[in-house]
């Protein structure tokens, strides 16, 4: 176990829909970065937050955004989903954002039918 | 091309066997090198972390770097059925960015 918790674990949902996925890091953990994981593509980076503040931005749609709290939690938001978007989304988590290791949470499994 | 490759196998081999994993790839500014195992249904999970070239060695895992030529390695020696999972190559450093790029993983398969 990580320490980093995923919620849901499964979702699936029309396409056109919006869901939000969730993140808690590890205690103590103040990098949370997400990413989507689709069996062509393999592990692709979205986005990393520090602390509440966007640090760095991947091949992220602009249907898609993302936000860290004050608690460091973190949520990813995904709206007017299409099939494409069913894919394996882990978020992960690091004590500073800079080099280091990252804990990979459990995943959400997202299904767009 | 893709700036990490990586065979996507599947890769079999018997119990015991030395297992050799490898990537390569073209960006020469990448300066730190990782290796994930992820197991079916499950978040990747960090084995070895390298920096530049040379080599690292942790219990049964070994891992290479060769910059000169653009490729990385793990070996697993004695390879166990629990080692059977998707190995994926990471690394960063470039530019200043320390966000991994991986590669697409590896699936290895270690029988009895």
């Known amino acids: 176990d990580s320490g980093v918790t995923q919620t849901p674990k499964h979702l699936i949902t029309a396409t056109g829909q919006r869901v939000t996925l969730r993140c808690s890091p590890r205690?103590?953990?103040?990098?949370v970065y997400w990413y989507q994981q689709s069996l062509d593509q393999g592990l692709q980076f979205l986005i990393q937050?520090?602390?509440?503040?966007?640090?760095a931005k991947g091949n992220i749609l602009e249907r898609f955004s993302a936000q860290q709290f004050p608690d460091l939690h973190s949520e990813l938001n995904l709206s007017s989903l299409e099939l494409g978007d069913s894919a394996l989304y882990f978020c992960?988590?690091?004590?500073?954002?800079?080099?280091?290791?990252?804990?990979f949470g459990p995943g959400t499994r997202l299904t767009v039918l | 091309q893709k700036e990490v490759e990586q065979d996507p196998g599947p890769l079999s081999v018997p119990e015991g066997a030395i297992v050799s994993l490898n990537c390569t790839y073209s960006?020469?500014?990448?300066?730190?090198f990782m290796w994930y195992r992820q197991y079916s249904r499950k978040g990747p999970e960090l084995l070895m972390y390298?920096?530049?070239?040379g080599n690292k060695e942790d219990g049964r895992f070994t891992a290479q770097v060769d910059k000169s030529s653009k490729y990385i390695s793990l070996f697993i020696r004695d390879s166990q059925p629990s080692d059977s999972a998707t190995y994926l190559c990471?690394?960063?450093?470039?530019?200043?960015?320390?966000?991994?790029?991986f590669g697409r993983g590896t699936s290895l398969i270690v029988h009895p």
């Open positions: 390298t920096y530049s070239s």
């Open positions: 937050y520090y602390n509440g503040e966007e640090r």
């Open positions: 205690s103590g953990d103040l990098s």
């Open positions: 990471a690394m960063t450093g470039s530019g200043g960015s320390y966000i991994p790029t």
């Open positions: 960006n020469s500014a990448f300066q730190y």
């Open positions: 992960a988590s690091s004590v500073t954002g800079q080099l280091g290791e990252q804990f």
